[in-house]
């Protein structure tokens, strides 16, 4: 499998839900695409003790120290997923930690111990999203498929339609205002806190009944691209792995609702582009929905 060489945004987002997915399926996957792969990371015990590296880890925060920082996680991960290390917790906490600790950092996403760690992590949890996909998929199929009450899923689409109206009457009165309030503040965050302001609202705001609402603020990102080589393909691609993230655990939870809303937030945003990451996936589940429309005779509710 290709190494990653660069840790962008959307992988950081893409690990920290893949972990939180791992810790709601139970120890033997958690085991086998968390625990495992980190084992493998170095061959040799650390001696140090979890809470001596958690402090170094913070100490190296405040300095700031990014070679601690680095240093520490690793020794910290390794230790984690130890023999003798019974908290099954720790290795999913530290790693998030580790990841979020990137996101705010271009060094220590740069450093040699963090492109390890990510690429460690890269063939298991591939494989992981891979099972989790075909499985969704499945479930999704056959959740709308047992529907055997039409009236069930035209209320169920009808009230997401009802929901998506009066949330975008809010939504237009407070667009410009947000669009405004982010570039007001455009000296005054720092990037990972407009990355997530810029992302929150194309997420919040991207809706088929207004397929062109969330263009709104392109000129914020194209202004700030400007001067970051590569910056809006990374928060759309981002958006793109936040939303089939979300769309995962709505299946999972029998939430068609959510599930159909995410899917039609990704098809504004998307449609057309197959580099977006997870397209495929999500295309998949989109024809999935039209195919059960087609089947039931339902088309006047689209």
């Not at 945004?9 to 996957?29: C, E, F, H, M, V």
């Not at 939504?171 to 205002?177: A, G, N, P, T």
């Not at 810029?198 to 691209?225: E, N, Q, W």
């Amino acid at each position: 499998m290709e190494q990653i060489e660069k840790i962008k945004l959307p992988i950081i987002k893409d690990y920290i839900k893949t972990i939180k997915s791992l810790a709601g399926q139970g120890r033997n996957y958690y085991h086998k695409f968390l625990v495992i792969p980190l084992s493998s990371w170095s061959s040799h015990p650390v001696d140090y003790e979890l809470s001596d590296l958690q402090r170094e880890i913070e100490e190296g925060r405040s300095i700031p120290d990014i070679e601690k920082i680095a240093v520490s996680y690793k020794r910290a991960l390794i230790r984690s997923v130890a023999k003798d290390q019974f908290d099954l917790t720790l290795p999913g906490k530290l790693s998030i930690s580790y990841l979020l600790d990137i996101q705010n950092s271009i060094d220590l996403a740069n450093r040699m111990e963090s492109l390890q760690f990510v690429n460690l992590l890269h063939k298991p949890f591939t494989d992981y999203s891979r099972i989790e996909y075909n499985s969704m998929n499945t479930r999704f199929r056959q959740e709308l498929d047992s529907i055997q009450d039409n009236g069930e899923l035209i209320e169920s689409i009808s009230k997401l339609k009802s929901d998506e109206e009066e949330k975008l009457k809010v939504e237009l009165d407070r667009s410009e205002k947000m669009v405004c309030a982010i570039k007001s503040r455009l000296n005054q965050l720092d990037a990972s806190d407009i990355r997530k302001h810029i992302i929150a609202y194309l997420i919040s705001t991207a809706s088929p009944s207004m397929p062109r609402l969330h263009k709104d603020i392109d000129p914020v990102i194209d202004k700030i691209g400007r001067l970051h080589r590569g910056y809006k393909k990374e928060i759309y691609d981002s958006v793109a792995v936040i939303i089939y993230r979300e769309l995962m655990a709505a299946v999972k939870k029998s939430d068609l609702r959510k599930a159909i809303l995410l899917i039609s937030k990704f098809t504004v945003l998307f449609r057309g582009n197959p580099g977006t990451p997870h397209f495929e996936e999500v295309d998949a589940f989109e024809k999935i929905f039209f195919s059960i429309i087609e089947k039931k005779n339902l088309w006047d509710l689209i």
